[in-house]
């Protein structure tokens, strides 16, 4: 990782690193791809993936449309609603 | 003045066709009220949980398996994180690890030949909602219904090099997606939108140049408009500098024709993606693959072939036929019920699209029973409806679920075989226009033709022509 990608990762994640946190940080990430290099050596053509640390899969349900919810019920804790919308500030784009 | 190349990638958003929500079991149907087809999933609030639309991933596979990508079998959910109003969660629920379609290909024909377009991938994910923004009260309007709605986003490899490849390769991909039912892909109504990444480069260099890409373009023609603008926009700013390109995010205004910076653009970091705890991977065995790809239609272009090979159409009529999924269902079903494939596709291409067109339909909103079309087109062959009764019984068709035959005996359609009384109509009618049978017998022959139009208006066109004109000269020549 570079330095100014993790720059830039600290600021989309609201973090700031002092200059040594950020060279412990990309040396832990160096030695981390070092860690997944040396995996590529592994022989796994005859291993099946692993789907999950768990042995499940994503339960999924039939296309079928159900209404469940009146929209005043909903909008029952909104601050301000108008027409059946939600209001909210301005925005600008 | 240096020779440039366009470089193009698209990325296509096409909704899928599902009842439901991709996460939850809301409505997905277009043009609800505001905000009445929401839950509290939808909504984003705390606690709720995801459960996969299995018909969401079949319609993943199956555009994957029309665009030829190979499967995924271990497909997985991934948060992309932003706020905005219209994303109740502040992420959007997508596929960024382990895409349910990779490594496809689409071909395209255009004045310079066919070419592949490779697809890199095609992923599932959640649309957003819709804001309004209220001048009177400045505040923004939130409606959620189209939050959660089901998308597949098609990725392209940057293969295209101008706007009527483009344009080919969108016109393609739509016909392949309506075809396998995965998407309508109606632009007018934003259920297929496309994203356009552009740059340009000196002919025969392998460097790519600085990239733009216009967000949301969903109408064909602001497409090329848009491309065309900005391919002179690039080259006007490498050649004179009258601007520094930077790779951004733009928006088209078709209006202006011209395209606007929005914001600069984002990469995978600034979405922090990250795996989706709250679904688990969704496993794709060969059951279900194989259970999909039994589903798969024939390609528009070997049905056009078996159209014209086996049932005889022209190449003319085969082309218009297969410009539409519903079309050809419309077609197979009515050939199969008459045995007249040729008349079919002339009542289809004449009569029925300009009854479509009328009604400012498209091709893919047809829900004529082609079953019932063919009863018509026999009662006509067999001579029991005259064809221009059966246009108005087609008309009634287009709106309600009638029997044809019923329908015409019902409302005085079928044709008379009644000689005698066919004579008496003839004879009131020649008594009455004396003039005309004058103007025959001295050798105007069109007389005649005045006279038959009126038997036939008295008749109201239950009479065999042939029939009628037969009679009608006799008693002409008797007069």
């Known amino acids: ?93 | 003045m240096t020779k440039y190349e366009t470089v193009i990638g698209l990325e296509v958003h096409v909704e899928l066709a599902t009842k439901s929500k991709i996460f939850c079991s809301c409505s997905a149907e277009f043009g609800a009220e505001q905000n009445e087809s929401v839950c509290p999933a939808c909504c984003g609030m705390p606690g709720m949980l995801p459960i996969v639309n299995k018909k969401v991933v079949e319609l993943g596979m199956t555009a994957g398996m029309m665009l030829n990508c190979d499967i995924n079998r271990v497909t997985t959910f991934d948060k992309k994180n932003y706020y905005y109003p219209d994303l109740p969660t502040s992420y959007q629920t997508t596929q960024l690890f382990a895409p349910i379609c990779v490594n496809g290909t689409v071909e395209i024909t255009t004045s310079k030949g066919t070419k592949n377009v490779r697809i890199k991938q095609i992923h599932m994910e959640e649309d957003a909602g819709k804001l309004v923004h209220d001048d009177w009260t400045d505040t923004s309007l939130v409606d959620f219904n189209r939050t959660s709605v089901p998308l597949c986003e098609i990725v392209s490899q940057p293969d295209l090099s101008s706007a009527e490849e483009v344009v080919a390769y969108l016109e393609r991909l739509r016909s392949l997606l309506r075809f396998a039912k995965v998407s309508d892909c109606r632009m007018e109504q934003g259920s297929m939108r496309c994203d356009v990444n552009l740059s340009i480069r000196p002919e025969g260099s392998d460097k790519l140049g600085v990239r733009t890409e216009i967000k949301n373009m969903n109408s064909i023609s602001a497409i090329t408009r848009a491309i065309e603008y900005e391919v002179a926009r690039h080259i006007d700013a490498l050649e004179t500098g009258s601007e520094e390109l930077v790779q951004e995010t733009r928006r088209w205004d078709d209006i202006k024709g011209k395209s606007y910076a929005m914001r600069n653009k984002e990469t995978a970091g600034d979405y922090r993606y990250f795996p989706d705890p709250n679904i688990m991977p969704i496993v794709i065995d060969d059951e279900w693959y194989d259970s999909v790809k039994k589903t798969l239609p024939e390609f528009p272009e070997v049905k056009k072939a078996r159209y014209v090979d086996k049932l005889g159409l022209t190449e003319y009529d085969a082309d218009q036929l297969t410009r539409s999924r519903a079309l050809c269902d419309c077609f197979e079903s009515a050939s199969a019920t008459c045995g007249m494939p040729k008349e079919v596709a002339n009542w289809l291409i004449s009569d029925v699209m300009k009854m479509l067109n009328k009604k400012s339909m498209t091709f893919d909103m047809l829900s004529l029973d082609g079953n019932k079309l063919g009863q018509l087109i026999k009662l006509v062959e067999d001579g029991k409806v005259s064809r221009a009764n059966a246009k108005k019984i087609l008309s009634i068709m287009f709106d309600e679920d009638i029997n044809p035959e019923e329908y015409a005996e019902k409302n005085g359609y079928i044709v008379s075989n009644d000689t005698d009384q066919i004579a008496s109509i003839i004879s009131a009618v020649v008594a009455g226009d004396p003039k005309a049978v004058a103007d025959y017998k001295s050798g105007k022959e069109k007389a005649i033709m005045s006279l038959f139009g009126k038997c036939m208006r008295e008749l109201k066109g239950n009479c065999d022509p042939q029939v009628l004109k037969e009679l009608l000269i006799d008693i002409v020549n008797k007069a």
């Open chain 1, 1 to 93: 990782m570079e330095k100014e990608y993790l720059i830039k990762l600290e600021k989309v994640n609201e973090l700031r690193l002092e200059d040594a946190e950020r060279e412990n940080v990309l040396a832990f990430f160096e030695k981390r791809a070092e860690d997944l290099a040396s995996l590529e050596e592994v022989e796994t053509s005859n291993i099946t993936r692993m789907v999950h640390v768990m042995p499940i899969t994503a339960g999924i349900r039939e296309d079928v449309a159900i209404k469940k919810f009146e929209r005043d019920d909903l909008q029952k804790g909104a601050p301000e609603t108008t027409d059946g919308y939600w209001q909210v500030p301005r925005l600008v784009e």
